[in-house]
């Protein structure tokens, strides 16, 4: 018994041939229901619970045409419905076909109509599996087709030019942004070239990067190109690779426009350029407005007949070019904060030794460390140097053809050491470097202390002064 247990609601309004389809159908294992009105098949599905098919005489009493109530009954129940014919070719429509889940011959034998019974099942739950499998596809389409709405808004929703190209250098999608970049729309877009669409320079400076990506580099570009309006744009351009089965398939491009930038670091640049020009003038004028104050000075010194007088001003005008030295050290280098010990010392003792060097043979023996010092450091040293210098100028040698004398700058870890020795007369008897009335050591001892340093003067076979401090 293939369908066991199966009940089935059999509309028939002739006794005699519903009589006998039951009992064909009951000695094939089906439980069957007989009613002789379509009013009530309908309470019988109502009420009757379990009711598996329905088998309906296409003829029944007048006014009551069978396919016209398998309709109705299948508006309110989902199960099939099987048609009992005389004459198939005369009753059989398409409304029928439609309706139905198949068809009977009145009069046909039990093991004939068990078959269409089952052909009926089968058919019903075939359909069923179909309808809920297209409900799917339908529900899946609709998700995907939202879920390509909103990727679709949140890309062109972004301002960058968004693309994905493949290995041909054919444009195989774009944003909104990137097709209004051009004065397209996004469907023109697709299928084109790259070369279609930019700039012949344009695409012969990109096309290197093009290459590379290809070969599976990631690659950060910036390009010069034209917008749809034929206007000059710079834009930022990044490109990553696409594998598909190991090889690239294509490359995503984001592009930004970077206009804007570019044109606001062009005038950043202009303005420095305008700025700087500005600032060698006024430095030009400083240093030539030195040099006047020098030359005015060296020229009271020689109209003098005073020789305090003049050695006042020969002593300012060694300051002066002491302060000027390390002026135009700091406005040929490229940082101001620190600078070389080295170059800034050995330039400032050669100018002081030309400046008192007329009746005198000097030879300075130059002993100075390579490192950086900060300019403040530089200038209090390049001052105490000077003071120096000028007093072993201006003391150590007189009455003497020629005169040595030695400087030895020197950093160890943070510890800075100046020593300056001459081999002149030494020091006067008598002086007490501590309580001296000359302004040029109580200048030097002053800046010694902005130092946080310790100053030393002694005689030896000449004058050795040493400075120490810290930075």
């Known amino acids: 018994m293939a369908e066991n247990k199966k009940t089935l609601l059999l509309v028939d309004d002739e006794f005699v041939s519903a009589a006998a389809a039951k009992t064909r159908l009951e000695n094939c294992g089906y439980a069957v229901i007989t009613v002789s009105a379509v009013e009530s098949a309908a309470e019988a599905l109502d009420t009757v619970p379990g009711i598996d098919l329905v088998l309906m005489d296409i003829g029944l009493y007048e006014g009551a045409e069978g396919s016209s109530a398998a309709g109705i009954i299948t508006k309110k129940h989902e199960l099939p419905i099987i048609f009992l014919v005389a004459d198939p070719q005369a009753e059989i429509s398409e409304n029928v076909e439609n309706i139905s889940s198949g068809y009977a011959v009145k009069g046909s034998g039990g093991p004939a109509l068990a078959a269409c019974v089952k052909a009926a099942f089968r058919l019903f739950e075939a359909n069923k599996r179909l309808s809920a ?26 301002h960058a030019l968004l693309t994905y190209i493949d290995s041909d250098l054919r444009f195989v999608q774009v944003n909104k942004s990137y097709a209004d970049w051009y004065g397209l729309a996004v469907k023109d877009v697709a299928g084109k ?109 020689q109209s003098s007949g005073s020789m305090e007088v003049k050695n006042a001003l020969t002593d300012s005008i060694a300051r002066i070019k002491s302060m000027c030295v390390l002026y135009d050290k700091l406005l040929i280098s490229d940082e101001y904060k620190e600078l070389s010990a080295k170059t800034y010392i050995e330039s400032l003792v050669d100018t002081i030794t030309a400046l008192f060097s007329e009746n005198i043979k000097i030879t300075v023996d130059k002993r100075v460390a390579d490192f950086n010092l900060s300019s403040k450091n530089l200038f209090s040293l390049g001052i105490i140097i000077n003071e120096l210098f000028t007093n072993v100028m201006k003391y150590a040698f007189t009455g003497a053809e020629s005169g040595h004398i030695k400087i030895f700058l020197d950093k160890a870890e943070n510890h800075v050491t100046l020593t300056v020795k001459d081999n002149g007369r030494g020091l006067p008897e008598g002086l007490d470097v501590n309580n001296s009335n000359g302004f040029g050591l109580r200048l030097v001892e002053m800046i010694t202390q902005q130092l946080k340093g310790t100053y030393t003067i002694k005689s030896n076979g000449g004058t050795e002064s040493t400075l120490k401090f810290d930075i």
């Open 133 to 158: 499998e297209l409900a799917c596809c339908r529900r899946s389409e609709e998700e995907l087709r939202s879920r390509d709405e909103k990727l679709t808004l949140m890309v062109d929703g972004v």
């Open 193 to 301: 070239k790259i070369s279609d669409l930019l700039a012949k320079e344009a695409y012969e400076r990109a096309l290197p990067n093009y290459l590379k990506v290809l070969n599976g580099e990631t690659v950060y570009f910036e390009n010069r190109t034209f917008d749809k309006d034929g206007k000059e744009s710079y834009v930022n351009v990044m490109l990553i690779p696409h594998f598909c089965g190991g090889r690239v398939a294509g490359f995503f491009g984001s592009i930004t426009d970077i206009t804007k930038r570019r044109q606001a670091e062009e005038e950043i640049k202009r303005q420095l350029l305008e700025k700087e020009t500005l600032l060698k003038e006024v430095h030009h004028r400083i240093r030539n407005n030195i040099t006047a104050i020098s030359g005015i000075l060296s020229f009271q010194a």
